[in-house]
């Protein structure tokens, strides 16, 4: 069939097979939004003159009810089409004749592509922020249910002061606001409407930019034409700069939990079900879904680098380079998704050893704790700190009940400051939290969306 850009000669079939690559695959994702964005367009194109109302009137019902084939999965790319765009425009000539023509008026697929990608985006985004808000919820949880239990901290992978599974399950939720944050940075860089920059250049007709920006729910324009193309492979590298943030931390905790559910630790335990087995030891109790979360958030940590390698050495303006991207940059919702549900999956199910500090081995982590005793009845902290050494190097060194082997709780140390193990502030932190989501205007999109589809 002939393509949008047809000029009245035959391509080669191997540069077409190409130039396409799988695009026709990756391009199924962006059919919901290439829908949406056409019904803001054709209704802005109404408004200024280029679309007879009567034309609209047929093609909202087209667009709609192809809408609805795209979210159930009846939209189809066929073979000979090159991608999304033609085939939205092609179902529509079908089934209006040269009606279905006009649609195109003062677009570009570059820009097209791009309001794709962004109410994509967007969306996407919308799922993983609620998402990282619910793992938020469980930490939060198991940090208050074991703020008491004590565990050895450590520095240098030596055993260093106490800790407790308060502060270590805290330490996580509160990590996940800083990446809140950088979800948020993205959503505003994808929240700006580039459709009517055309080809990167704008375009004589006398489009309603803002129209379509309150049409799609936008919160503003990306203004200048050139730089609304310049934005393709910025906009990716930003939105996975922030799901490598939150990468970056379910990574971590992933880790730590490898490490603290081995018998050299023994800090935590999953259950059978949530382990594996090997086929020669049969005592082998594997961690294998923090080993694969690991695994899983080091890849999306390395998109952003993927996305600057391809784009970080092109001029201003559109180059096919960019088609790259869908295969970089669609991948990392869903990975990132998985791994925030299976990671507050399995701390739900996770059993914490709540014995650990009587073991002797740790007795040395409460060394400050004896430091600070002696600071508090009017010893120097410099003369406190060589009298408690002296007593390590010798093998005098006691503190408290510990040396006794019973079990020291958070509230035996009395600590008191904020953030400290007698006073998590947790409280806080979700405040904290509840505030950045709060930001998130998720009901006045999907309000603006809705009406497109129902006005």
């Known amino acids: 069939m002939d393509k949008l850009w047809d000029k009245g000669f035959d391509e080669d079939a191997r540069i077409d097979s190409f130039t396409v690559g799988n695009d026709r695959e990756l391009d199924l994702l962006l059919a919901p939004y290439d829908i949406l964005g056409t019904i803001a367009h054709i209704k802005m194109l109404s408004k200024v003159g280029l679309l007879l109302g009567e034309d609209l009137a047929k093609l909202l019902p087209e667009l709609r009810n192809m809408y609805s084939a795209a979210v159930e999965g009846r939209f189809v790319i066929e073979p000979d089409v090159e991608d999304v765009h033609s085939q939205v425009e092609l179902n529509l000539t079908r089934k209006l004749g040269d009606m279905g023509k006009k649609v195109h008026t003062g677009r570009s697929r570059n820009d097209q592509v791009l309001v794709d990608l962004k109410l994509l985006t967007r969306a996407e985004i919308e799922k993983t ?3 990282v808000k619910s793992l ?4 939060q949880e198991a940090s208050e249910r074991f703020k008491d239990v004590l565990m050895p901290g450590y520095t240098h992978l030596q055993v260093a002061m106490p800790s407790s ?4 399950f805290g330490a996580y939720a509160e990590s996940l606001t800083d990446d809140m944050v950088m979800l948020k940075a993205a959503w505003d860089i994808a929240d700006r409407n580039p459709l009517g920059s055309a080809a990167g250049y704008g375009s004589s007709a006398p489009l309603d930019r803002t129209m379509t920006t309150k049409l799609l729910g936008f919160a503003d324009l990306d203004w200048n034409s050139v730089y609304s193309q310049m934005t393709r492979g910025r906009m990716e590298r930003a939105v996975a700069g922030a799901y490598s943030s ?6 971590k905790l992933a880790y730590d939990c490898c490490l603290y559910s081995s018998q050299n630790f023994g ?10 087995g090997s086929s020669i030891m049969p005592h082998k109790k594997n961690p294998d879904v923090f080993e694969l979360v690991r695994a899983h958030c080091n890849k999306i940590i390395a998109v952003p680098v993927e996305i600057r390698s391809v784009t970080g050495n092109l001029p201003s303006g559109y180059f096919r380079d960019f088609q790259l991207l869908k295969e ?3 991948p990392i919702f869903k990975e990132l998704d998985d791994c925030l549900d ?3 999956y399995a701390i739900k199910g996770m059993v914490i050893n709540k014995n650990i500090m009587s073991d002797p081995r740790y007795e040395l982590c409460f060394s400050v704790e004896e430091v600070n005793h002696l600071v508090s009845r009017g010893v120097p902290f410099r003369d406190a700190y060589r009298q408690v050494a002296a007593s390590i190097q010798d093998g005098t060194f006691e503190f408290g009940s510990a040396s006794a082997g019973a079990t020291v709780t958070a509230s035996d140390l009395h600590h008191i400051h904020e953030g400290s193990l007698g006073n998590l502030c947790n409280d806080r932190i979700k405040s904290h939290m509840v505030a950045l989501f709060s930001v998130f205007p998720f009901g006045y999109v999907h309000s603006c969306l809705e009406s497109l589809l129902t006005e």
Do not use: Q, S
């Open 328 to 330: 970089i940059y669609f």
């Open 129 to 131: 922020a609620c998402k």
């Open 246 to 251: 939150v990468a970056e931390t379910i990574g």
């Open 342 to 344: 299976i990671v507050e």
């Open 136 to 139: 938020f919820e469980t930490l």
């Open 267 to 276: 800090f935590i335990k999953l259950p059978d079900a949530l382990t594996t």
């Open 165 to 168: 599974f308060g502060l270590w």
